[in-house]
């Protein structure tokens, strides 16, 4: 069973707000990602991590910024939130590929963010 | 890096018929591939997976077996039901790379 946990699951706020997006796994996993889906269902991958002090970011270019203080978690922030910003955000944590688990993904149930 | 071709959707199928969803890679070395599944209101969780050639995943009455020489993994069910309705992705991943997913194919399942 995977743990992974993400809060809040739905949040609507103003423009201009701050906003902290929490993901928190228990499977002592060292990578870590971050996905933007957009209402056609494509995942972009937006940040990543590979362990506590690494981050980086993916494919698709996000005005969003992570942490990675603690092996733990991994949270999302937007400074000023616009209705651009509008989406549903996926955390993701993975097993090391050579283990049994292959390099699987594991999902937070996602946090659905509605900027007005 | 790795990519994937996925079989656009949506697909509408009425409960019992045949499922095929395709999906097509392009990877460096030798990537497992994987099938994620997402219900309605919530996160993507593993379907299935094969991580060699030959092998078939299975899961759910859902199957789908690594073809190396034509470079594919396509998702297949003999009979669907209503609770099947979902977004399917296929990902292929080689060693540490990220893991790369297709754009999404929507199943609707009619009782």
């Known amino acids: 069973e995977a743990d992974i946990y993400q809060t809040p699951r739905y949040l609507v706020i103003g423009t201009g707000k701050k906003i902290t997006l929490e993901c928190s796994q228990t499977m002592g996993h060292d990578k870590m990602y971050w996905y933007q889906q957009d209402p056609g269902m494509e995942l972009h991958l937006i940040h990543y991590s590979y362990g506590v002090n690494s981050t980086e970011k993916g494919d698709l270019s996000s005005e969003s910024t992570v942490s990675r203080i603690r092996t733990e978690h991994f949270p999302l922030t937007l400074e000023s939130a616009r209705p651009s910003h509008t989406s549903q955000y996926l955390c993701?944590?993975?097993?090391?590929?050579?283990?049994?688990?292959?390099?699987?993904?594991?999902f937070g149930e996602g946090s659905r963010l509605t900027v007005l | 890096g790795n990519s994937v071709t996925q079989m656009e959707g949506p697909v509408t199928l009425s409960e019992e018929a045949f499922l095929t969803i395709n999906c097509t890679y392009t990877a460096t070395g030798y990537p497992s591939l994987f099938w994620y599944v997402q219900y309605p209101g919530e996160g993507l969780q593993l379907l299935l997976k094969?991580?060699?050639?030959?092998d078939k995943g299975s899961n759910k009455g859902f199957e789908a077996t690594y073809r190396k020489e034509t470079t594919s993994f396509h998702l297949e069910k003999g009979s669907v039901q209503v609770s099947d309705s979902a977004v399917y992705f296929c990902?292929?991943?080689?060693?540490?790379?990220?893991?790369?997913f297709g754009k999404g194919t929507k199943l609707t399942v009619n009782p």
């Open positions: 990902a292929p991943r080689s060693g540490s790379e990220k893991l790369v």
């Open positions: 094969a991580t060699k050639a030959d």
């Open positions: 993701a944590s993975s097993a090391p590929s050579g283990g049994s688990a292959g390099g699987e993904l594991f």
